[in-house]
Antibody, heavy 120, light 111 residues
Framework: QLQLQESGPGLVKPSETLSLTCTVS??????????WGWIRQPPGKGLEWIGS???????YYNPSLKSRVTISVDTSKNQFSLKLSSVTAADTAVYYC????????????WGQGTTVTVSS | QSALTQPASVSGSPGQSITISCTGT?????????VSWYQQHPGKAPKLMIY???KRPSGVSNRFSGSKSGNTASLTISGLQAEDEADYYC???????????FGGGTKLTVL
């Protein structure tokens, strides 16, 4: 059974870079059938798609975050990562990683989520 | 890329049916039959309930159904149960560069 697990610092200072990793277990990140994505949810608010990556390294970003986001993949470790630069309090959120089927883009497997707070 | 529009809240009594709408544009919902719906209980990760507009993943109750007309997708839950009380989000494919756009979410209350 495929599982995703987010990891990274829970507290980031304003203007610094948020870095998170999603570890995939029970399956291969190198499957040609899936995208691997990041989604966030600020406290009390809705879901926001941040971006996705294919195992080949092709990336897709939310236009509103594109200038600050980098998503990368490490197939040798079965992991993909998120970097969000120049963070502010508005980036405080629960960050989820998820798998999307490329045939229909539904996100069928999610990590449990990790809370990141931006504060000095 | 603007978020899809959902009602903030809907409610219904046990056994009744409710419908949640999700309005996009001709660039997302209207152009592709690739709308998915997610259920999220408090403190939990979202769960895929509908994909490709109307298909249910294995294990999802057939009380959940999806449809689309023009730029608006809909999720219908029949035979409401207390456990259906949750937040529901729609999401649409939005093209080869943007990929995904979510709705703002709808809180379902079972009275």
């Amino acid at each position: 059974q495929l599982q995703l697990q987010e990891s990274g610092p829970g507290l980031v200072k304003p203007s610094e870079t948020l870095s998170l990793t999603c570890t995939v277990s029970g399956g291969s990140i190198s499957s040609s059938s899936y995208y691997w994505g990041w989604i966030r949810q600020p406290p009390g608010k809705g879901l926001e798609w941040i971006g996705s990556i294919y195992y080949s390294g092709s990336t897709y970003y939310n236009p509103s975050l594109k200038s600050r986001v980098t998503i990368s993949v490490d197939t040798s470790k079965n992991q993909f990562s998120l970097k969000l630069s120049s963070v502010t309090a508005a980036d405080t959120a629960v960050y989820y990683c998820a798998r999307s089927d490329i045939s229909h883009y539904g996100m069928d497997v999610w990590g449990q989520g990790t809370t990141v707070t931006v504060s000095s | 890329q603007s978020a899809l529009t959902q009602p903030a809240s809907v409610s219904g009594s046990p056994g009744q049916s409710i419908t949640i709408s999700c309005t996009g544009t001709s660039s997302d919902v209207g152009s592709y039959n690739l709308v998915s719906w997610y259920q999220q209980h408090p403190g939990k990760a979202p769960k895929l309930m509908i994909y490709e507009g109307s298909k249910r993943p294995s294990g999802v109750s057939n009380r959940f159904s999806g449809s689309k007309s023009g730029n608006t997708a809909s999720l219908t839950i029949s035979g409401l149960q207390a456990e259906d009380e949750a937040d529901y989000y729609c999401c649409s494919y939005a093209g080869s560069s943007t990929l995904e756009v979510f709705g703002g979410g709808t809180k379902l209350t079972v009275l």
